[in-house]
């Protein structure tokens, strides 16, 4: 059994999301199973923490916004008539945009509806909040082959 996190080591974590004044982002019911190592499955600051803990350690990082979800950005804010969406829009609802060059596909939340207007946001919702995780390391195990061929962990049913 691993007792260390390595590079190529899929890690078990339970853990909570506060924001800095300590409101819960993420009560972290279900744990976080990553692969670590530089695969991307959460964020570099995160997984550089973790690097080398053992099983059982605990710990809190606070995450800054441009080392979780970004900087909150006014320009991805836009106001849309109505009439260009579907009759059953409401606030909440999410749908993808292709940027104007094609390149970039950015999911936009509708934010408000008044006055046959329409306010959609393509920041994530955290952008621009620092968030403080508490962490710790519940398992920690080699990686299949599978596994670091398609760069993430797996679940017991092959997800």
Known sequence: MQTEI??????????TV???DGTVIDDGQQPLVYLHGGHNGIFPRLE??????????????????????????????RVEDLSVFPDNLQVG????????????ELLYRVTDITDGKVVVDGNHE???????????????????TEELAHG????????
Not at 55 to 67: A, S
């Open 152 to 159: 993430h962990a797996y679940d017991g049913d092959g997800h």
């Open 93 to 104: 609802m999410a749908f993808e945009r292709i940027s104007d060059d094609g390149d970039d």
């Open 126 to 144: 955290l952008a621009g909040m620092a968030l403080v995780f508490d962490v710790t390391v519940a398992e920690i195990r080699a990686a299949t």
């Open 6 to 15: 390595v590079k190529n080591s899929v890690v078990t974590l339970n853990y």
């Open 48 to 77: 550089e923490a973790l690097h080398g803990k053992k099983i059982g350690e605990r710990f809190q990082i606070k995450l800054q916004p441009d080392d979780a979800f970004g900087d909150y950005d006014e320009k991805l804010v």
């Open 18 to 20: 506060t924001d800095t």
